[in-house]
């Protein structure tokens, strides 16, 4: 039963103490440190974080979930680093959560208004679209890269001696003359929905 899942889930005695005479109402759940953040957890039927980490709330319903949350505890061990654990008794068990759900913690911020994820493009964003049919996202970026006059047009381009040659030359002159000429190099990349994750480029 869900008694000795909470035993097997490694909770000290007072732990599993308080999960089995909480009463099935709404409550709030004080924690220090979960995923490094502070703040309450309201249980019930919408079960929320109320973070108070900049010293106001940030309200943020726990999505991704069917029915009510009965309480939860802070929750730390190797495996789930600063995670918790809520009891949801419509499924009779314990859950051993993490508010950054596999992905790298320092990519999540949620003491802000909204809750944000950020996504490394390793470059500058200039447009984004959303597909609603694919749920996906189409963003442009750009990086820059060091200038590199086309040679072809400047000699025979079946020669590639001559080319090689002209190209040695324009690169020692702008080396020399012109060190920080740069191009942008744009490129269009697709990106999941869910976990933003590269699709494509």
Known sequence: DWVQKMEQAGLRPQEREFFVHTPNSRQFVPFDNVDHYRGLFVCGENPAFMF??????????????????????PFHIPNCEYGFVDYRPQERCLHINQLHAGTSADRHVYDTWWPMMRVPLNATPHYIMFH?????????????????????????????EQQQQIQQQLKDYYDRHVPHAVQERYSVELYSSESWELLDR
């Open 52 to 73: 108070t980490q900049k010293g106001y709330l940030m309200y943020h319903n726990m999505t991704g979930i069917e029915g009510s949350v009965r309480t939860m505890t």
């Open 132 to 160: 609603a049919v694919h749920r996906t996202y189409t963003v442009i970026t750009s990086t820059p890269e060091r200038y590199k006059p086309r040679v072809s047009e400047l000699v025979d381009p079946d020669d590639e």
